[in-house]
Nanobody, 123 residues
Framework: QGQLAESGGGSVQAGGSLRLSCAAS??????MGWFRQTPGKEREGVAR???????TYADSVKGRFTISKDNAKNNLYLQMDSLKPEDTDMYYC???????????????????WGQGTQVTVSS
């Protein structure tokens, strides 16, 4: 059974940085990604990375966020720079057993996710 656990969220002023971490266990996942969600809205994909470390970003975070992973530790990271108030959300780590080219940002294709970590950016 796959398990994911996020950490690293917090409160920061606009323009600041945060680094989220996700500790993954159970499987070696082909595609891992970060999603975010505001209560009452659909969860949206932020960034994903495949087994070959090919990355894809949502337009809203390109140039500001960087996704990476440590295969030895089976950990996933999201470096968030130049944060904006609109980045305020609950962030989730998600993982899928199939390649990112197929999974995309389709949430129903991600089999595992964590409990989330809150990111709050004040103006």
């Amino acid at each position: 059974q796959g398990q994911l656990a996020e950490s690293g969220g917090g409160s920061v002023q606009a323009g600041g940085s945060l680094r989220l971490s996700c500790a993954a266990s159970g499987y070696t996942y082909s595609c891992m990604g970060w999603f975010r969600q505001t209560p009452g809205k659909e969860r949206e994909g932020v960034a994903r990375i495949d087994a070959d470390r090919v990355t894809t970003y949502a337009d809203s975070v390109k140039g500001r966020f960087t996704i990476s992973k440590d295969n030895a530790k089976n950990n996933l990271y999201l470096q968030m720079d130049s944060l904006k108030p609109e980045d305020t959300d609950m962030y989730y780590c998600e993982a899928a057993p199939r390649a990112c080219w197929w999974v995309g940002f389709e949430r129903n294709r991600y089999n595992y996710w964590g409990q989330g970590t809150q990111v709050t950016v004040s103006s």
